[in-house]
């Protein structure tokens, strides 16, 4: 007892310090280690995969090279399907067909002769056929064709760049004057003036006053 009284006052003195040593440690540790950074985790954008094109099985028949049943995609035409079926025979009509639809699953899609189209004809200014072609064109189908028919005879046409196509929408000009327009700006270069096309084989005053507000240079 006496001496742990004696040393008491050493005692106190060690275990104050060991502590603060301890303290200071751990301050000294605390500053060194990295404070932790909240790293903002970003949202990588997820690439859209792109739609999977559905698989679709057709029948068609009739005019065809190879007819029978064959699985195209979803995105493909009526005109596709004909291809793949090994084309048209020659004696095949596709007045009545719509040949840019899109197909479907179990569609059916029958190619007529020119005789056939003829007799469906006979009743009617336009072919009709039976229901069950899913192919055949459709009331809203002959109407957009005429708004593009009336659409193309009131475009104004450039005879220096125009096709063969083109200037045959011109009144009076079938492909032998159109052919004959290309001909001539060949040889000769750009008309000038619209009036200039009147140098052309076939096309005169009466033909020219006939066109002449579509045309353009």
Not at 40 to 61: C, M, R, S, Y
Not at 116 to 144: F, G, H, R, W, Y
Not at 181 to 205: A, L, P
């Amino acid at each position: 007892m006496n001496i742990l009284k004696k040393y008491k006052n050493r005692i106190l003195i060690i275990i104050f310090l060991i502590f603060t040593f301890y303290a200071i440690a751990n301050i000294i540790q605390s500053q060194n280690e990295p404070e932790e950074v909240e790293e903002e985790i970003k949202e990588i954008p997820k690439k859209e995969t792109p739609k999977k094109e559905d698989k679709v099985i057709i029948d068609i028949k009739g005019e065809i090279v190879n007819p029978g049943v064959y699985e195209l995609k979803s995105t493909n035409t009526v005109m596709d399907a004909i291809n793949q079926a090994g084309g048209l025979t020659k004696i095949s009509d596709t007045s009545n067909l719509n040949l840019s639809k899109k197909i479907e699953d179990e569609m059916v899609i029958i190619v007529y002769s020119k005789v056939e189209i003829q007799k469906m004809k006979q009743n009617n200014a336009v072919p009709t056929c039976p229901p069950i072609n899913n192919a055949c064109l459709k009331s809203e189908d002959e109407k957009a064709k005429l708004e593009n028919k009336t659409e193309n005879k009131n475009s104004q046409i450039n005879i220096n760049t125009a096709t063969k196509e083109e200037l045959q929408t011109l009144d009076g000009v079938g492909e032998t004057k159109a052919e004959s327009i290309i001909d001539y700006r060949n040889k000769n270069g750009n008309f000038q003036k619209i009036e200039d096309i009147k140098n052309v084989s076939g096309i005169g005053d009466s033909s020219f006053e006939k066109i002449k507000d579509r045309l353009t240079i």
